[in-house]
């Protein structure tokens, strides 16, 4: 496995939309490897391709609760519900934090390594940490649609 480079705000890769996986194939396996190690080592709850400079809809996200590592390819969300406010930040945007608008609820469709189709629904930091990477996949930061935002640390 190897550690990625993060891109940083102001990168215009973090702009673009992303395309979908065609092919669940060994280069991606070991992508996912890669961003995995990278999002624990610089001790994230989730990293989207885009990130690492790659404009494809692929996420990890693991906010360390019973879902554990999820890997998700060509996600989708199909349903929302409900709206909550609470503070983002994100390994692209060092040292930032902000408040956003984000539904309480969603169910979200996806492909996983085994090339399996899923679905999961997720609520709190989940639901979030969800929503949060989806909108790497479009071109958007949380800085982009946060109701204030401040620098330091979180809370
Ligand atoms: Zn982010």
Redesign the pocket.
Known sequence: MALLDILKAGNPVLKNKSVPVERVDKSLKKLLDDMAETMYAND?V???AP?IGKNICVVVIDCQDDHGLLEMINPVITFKEGEVVDT??????PDIYGEVSRAAKVKVKYTNRRGKIQNLTATGLLARCIQ??L??LEGQ??IDIAQSVHRGNQG
């Open positions: 994230g989730g990293l989207a990130q983002e930040g994100c390994l692209s945007v949060h990477e909108d790497h930061l949380f």
